[in-house]
Structures are given as C-alpha cells and as structure tokens.
Nanobody, 115 residues
Framework: QAQLVESGGGLVQAGGSLRLSCAAS????????LGWYRQTPGKQRELVAD???????NYADSVKGRFTISRVIFTNTVHLQMNSLKPEDTAVYYC?????????WGQGTQVTVSS
C-alpha cells in the first residue's frame, strides 16, 4: 500500500507563487494517475489538476493558465506550481493517486492566500 507525502504549502500574498510536491512511498510500481485536489470547510473536495504517466494533463477551469502540474519521469513524484495565487485558492490541498485497483490520498497541506 503506497503512502503519499505532500510538502510545500504555506502562507502567501495574493499574486504570489507556491510549489507543492508529493512523493509516493511506493516505487516498485507506477501509479498511472497522480493529481491534486483541494477542499475548503463545508465544501466538497474538488479536482485541481491531474497527470497521467504519459504526461497527459487535466486542469480545473479555475486554475488554467495559473497552475502547472508535472511529474518526475519514471517516478511517483508530482509537483504543482501555483502562480498568480488568489485568496479563493485558499484550501487544504491533497495529493491523489489512482491505479486500477487502489486509490491513495495524502494527509493534506494547507495553502493560505492573503489579500
């Protein structure tokens, strides 16, 4: 069973940037889909972006043009570069991974954008 460990959250002013990273403890097999979700109190967890093992990406409309997801080739490590951050990006960000048989979640990292 893989574990996903996130890093890189924090407090930033509006317009600033942050980079989130996520590494899976399991490296013996590839996790085909890796991505990031976010959640604010009282709301459902929502997809931010994800990326397949062949590099195909998918973004929520709200972050297109501002966020970039990438993964380190041949590893289960994924990054989320977040630029032009807005107060509405404030949330707990969760790393997510999915194989044919299992779904994995990280413990979450807080991102706070001040206005």
């Amino acid at each position: 069973q893989a574990q996903l460990v996130e890093s890189g959250g924090g407090l930033v002013q509006a317009g600033g940037s942050l980079r989130l990273s996520c590494a899976a403890s399991e490296s013996r097999f590839s996790i085909p889909l890796l991505g990031w979700y976010r959640q604010t109190p009282g709301k459902q967890r929502e997809l931010v972006a994800d990326i397949t093992s062949d590099g195909t990406t998918n973004y929520a409309d709200s972050v297109k043009g501002r966020f970039t997801i990438s993964r380190v080739i041949f590893t289960n490590t994924v990054h989320l570069q977040m630029n032009s951050l807005k107060p509405e990006d404030t949330a707990v960000y969760y790393c997510h991974g999915r194989t044919a048989l299992d779904t994995y979640w990280g413990q979450g990292t807080q991102v706070t954008v001040s206005s």
